[in-house]
T-cell receptor, first 117, second 112 residues
Framework: GAVVSQHPSWVICKSGTSVKIECRSLDFQATTMFWYRQFPKQSLMLMATSNEGSKATYEQGVEKDKFLINHASLTLSTLTVTSAHPEDSSFYIC?????????????FGDGTRLSIL | GEDVEQSLFLSVREGDSSVINCTYTDSSSTYLYWYKQEPGAGLQLLTYIFSNMDMKQDQRLTVLLNKKDKHLSLRIADTQTGDSAIYFCAESITGGGNKLTFGTGTQLKVEL
């Protein structure tokens, strides 16, 4: 149980392109989803928290107009990197949590490697 | 403030026990977690412990929590080559909106 699917797993695109990453909870309802960014050989950096049906809460220093997050259903959140540039190249990971049940941990997707040329 | 520290690297021989350590600073932690990350993959939840517990065992994994010293450890018994990965500890804190603060990660290398 508690499977989180993230798609695509790898994206290579030209500078200026917008890229959408999907995060789905397959066997539970994810009232809260989180988006992280991970640089090589580093820990995860939380970018934003999204609650179903409401606006995402962004961490300090994360541009909300650059990283658009939508959490329109209990099983799907999307992260759109708008007008991506080489400095946006990174490994992006989502996680999901069933907030309707007590004491539930975050379960992670397999990540999306984004390479901007 | 929140600060979670881990040693960067640990090397063990196959069949030995591995102990990965983690220290944290926020005394209002509610849960502490251990995640495993293999190359190019996301994080796999291994186990977690409530902050009022001292120990939790799950098959080859033993978690020890010393709340007084704010020290968490993960012991892997009979370590196998498939255990080679990066291990992250993480804490969630009371009133933190279920956010996790991750440690720096420990790379475990298991040698034959």
């Amino acid at each position: 149980g508690a499977v989180v699917s993230q798609h695509p797993s790898w994206v290579i695109c030209k500078s200026g392109t917008s890229v959408k990453i999907e995060c789905r909870s397959l066997d539970f309802q994810a009232t809260t989803m989180f988006w992280y960014r991970q640089f090589p050989k580093q820990s995860l950096m939380l970018m934003a928290t999204s609650n179903e049906g409401s606006k995402a809460t962004y961490e300090q220093g994360v541009e909300k107009d650059k990283f658009l997050i939508n959490h329109a259903s209990l099983t799907l959140s999307t992260l759109t990197v708008t007008s991506a540039h080489p400095e946006d190249s990174s490994f992006y990971i989502c996680s999901a949590r069933d907030g309707k049940r007590d004491n539930q941990p975050q379960h992670f997707g397999d990540g999306t490697r984004l390479s901007i040329l | 403030g929140e600060d979670v520290e881990q040693s960067l690297f640990l090397s063990v021989r196959e069949g030995d026990s591995s102990v990965i350590n983690c220290t944290y600073t926020d005394s209002s932690s509610t849960y502490l977690y251990w995640y495993k990350q293999e190359p190019g993959a996301g994080l796999q939840l291994l186990t977690y412990i409530f902050s009022n517990m001292d120990m939790k065992q799950d098959q080859r994994l033993t978690v020890l929590l010393n709340k007084k010293d704010k020290h968490l450890s993960l012991r892997i018994a009979d370590t196998q080559t498939g255990d080679s990965a990066i291990y992250f500890c993480a804490e969630s804190i009371t009133g933190g909106g279920n956010k996790l603060t991750f440690g720096t990660g420990t790379q475990l290398k298991v040698e034959l």
